[in-house]
T-cell receptor, first 112, second 118 residues
Framework: KQEVTQIPAALSVPEGENLVLNCSFT??????LQWFRQDPGKGLTSLLL?????REQTSGRLNASLDKSSGRSTLYIAASQPGDSATYLC???????????FGGGTRLMVKP | GAVVSQHPSWVICKSGTSVKIECRSL??????MFWYRQFPKQSLMLMAT?????????EQGVEKDKFLINHASLTLSTLTVTSAHPEDSSFYIC??????????????FGPGTRLTVL
């Protein structure tokens, strides 16, 4: 059974800092790994998807890496802004169309 | 812990038929439920936000007349794919957000429903 863990559970940083969110998974036979953002009371917003054959994906100030052998993924946020405050979730399916297993999320607060 | 179920787990139907997917929060009440869709090799995409007793809010590009959402009670939301076509084949996931208490910022996800339209 796949287990996905995110550390830290909560993070508070001053505006402008670069930060790293961590995601670990127990079964390396993942199909892909996805990072989501969740604002309070809202649905998930997909940020980045890394296929199992890829090492990283970039979108704007966001960079996600994937190391299947070690069972880890990181989400790097450069020059953080107050608008980045949200809960960040990583999730991995075991195969195409399979159920996503989500991590517990990291609640990020960026202070002005 | 909070459990969300979906029924059916998978369904195969003929083109032109309608399919109903149920999302239930088993041990908590949920004023708000979310419906997501995931195509192969793509990320999960929010389709709509379902609010108990009111009309659902659809994301841009999602046809509300094709994907009918009914949130008739605090523990049940349904998604009906009307006149399904092969391009509607996808993985549909719901999530539920508890009403009140200390868990209102948390969403609990169902296991998903795989729809295949022939």
């Amino acid at each position: 059974k796949q287990e996905v863990t995110q550390i830290p559970a909560a993070l508070s940083v001053p505006e402008g800092e670069n930060l790293v969110l961590n995601c670990s998974f127990t079964d390396s036979a993942i199909y892909n790994l996805q990072w989501f953002r969740q604002d309070p009371g809202k649905g998930l917003t997909s940020l980045l998807l890394i296929q199992s054959s890829q090492r990283e994906q970039t979108s704007g100030r966001l960079n996600a890496s994937l190391d299947k052998s070690s069972g880890r993924s990181t989400l790097y946020i450069a020059a953080s802004q107050p608008g980045d405050s949200a809960t960040y979730l990583c999730a991995a399916p075991m195969g195409a169309g399979n159920m996503l297993t989500f991590g517990g999320g990291t609640r990020l607060m960026v202070k002005p | 812990g909070a459990v969300v179920s979906q029924h059916p787990s998978w369904v195969i139907c003929k083109s032109g038929t309608s399919v109903k997917i149920e999302c239930r929060s088993l041990d908590f009440q949920a004023t708000t439920m979310f419906w997501y869709r995931q195509f192969p090799k793509q990320s999960l995409m929010l389709m709509a936000t379902s609010n108990e007793g009111s009309k659902a809010t659809y994301e841009q590009g999602v046809e509300k007349d094709k994907f009918l959402i009914n949130h008739a009670s605090l523990t049940l939301s349904t998604l009906t794919v009307t006149s399904a076509h092969p391009e509607d084949s996808s993985f549909y996931i719901c999530s539920a957000r508890p009403s009140g208490g200390s868990r209102t910022d948390t969403q609990y996800f169902g296991p998903g429903t795989r729809l295949t339209v022939l």
